[in-house]
């Protein structure tokens, strides 16, 4: 199978330092090292055919972004820096999304963004390399005649919304894909991060043409909280077209697997041309940022349930934090596809 893989001089453009969380202050864990190390993992299998794309700007971002977030997200660290900053850019007080951004581009983090996760000098770059990458894959299923396409996509982008980033979250590769693949056919999301994939939801909630499942940890206790409960179930002619299945502290893969063949029973009655898998490996039992219980086996089987539907399938890596880890995570799930 084809492996697109972000720009790699792009990606580790996008290094914050640290972040703030109820933990305290501490290392950044959506590191570059997570790109080298699957990476590497997929270079040293027989399977996969890997192409690195172009850095660069990406035409179609306003597809699901709107303009001034994109204007943010490109100006903001440069601001900061002419206005005195230092470092990366985070924000530590947030919009209720009523008014207007304040002029101040520091200030303006709060508006734009629903979190700390900090903005960095390259992190523009970086996020439009990621969207390159997630485009790229998308065209070879659309017009490339591709069975199953893996886009290596970092900083990934299940999180981020329209108009606001968060959750390590700038722009939303699987959105942009699943807004692409709906010009020519019903398409599924299939979101199997260990966190709700709100950004994805949020962007497809009112639209009945796309269908968002995601299965992660209940957020009445973990990220992002404010998201992903079992009645969001979409709005307007999107009624029905969300599927969240929070899932408790501790999960095991014989339960796991359990909820996700009930819903690829729903996806199936969908009858999408097109699916899209958000894949997160923070669903393995060592994960820092998780608490699900999946072993490697378990992600491998999660791989081979998305396979067999047989569509034609772009796959977007979103989380997992586990570095050492994450190559052989990657080659159980992806060696299903190919
Ligand atoms: C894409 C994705 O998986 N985003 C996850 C964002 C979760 N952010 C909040 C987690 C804060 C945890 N702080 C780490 C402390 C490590 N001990
Ligand atoms: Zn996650």
Redesign the pocket.
Known sequence: MKVVCTNNEAQRRHAPES?L???GV??Y??CPERYDAIRTALEETTFVDIIESAAGGVESLATVHEADYLDFLRTAHTAWLGSGGEGDLSACVFSDANGHPPADPAAATGYYGF?T?PITAGTWTAACAAANATLEATDLVRDGGEHAVYALSR?????ATGNRF????FLNHAALCAANLATKGKVAIVDV???HGNGTQEIFYARGDVLFISLHADPEWE??LYWGRADETGSGEGHGATLNIPLPRGVQNADYLRHLSAATQRLRAFAPTYLVVSV?F?TWKND??GTFQLSAEGIGAIGACLAELALPTVIIQ????DVPALGDLAVRFLAPFA
């Not at 979103?318 to 934090?321: A, I, K």
């Open positions: 972040e969380s109820r933990a501490t290392p864990p959506e979190d996760t900083p990934p982008g299940h999180h968060g959750g390590y979250c991060d260990y966190h990220y992002p997160g923070d820092p940022l979103e989380g997992g934090y």
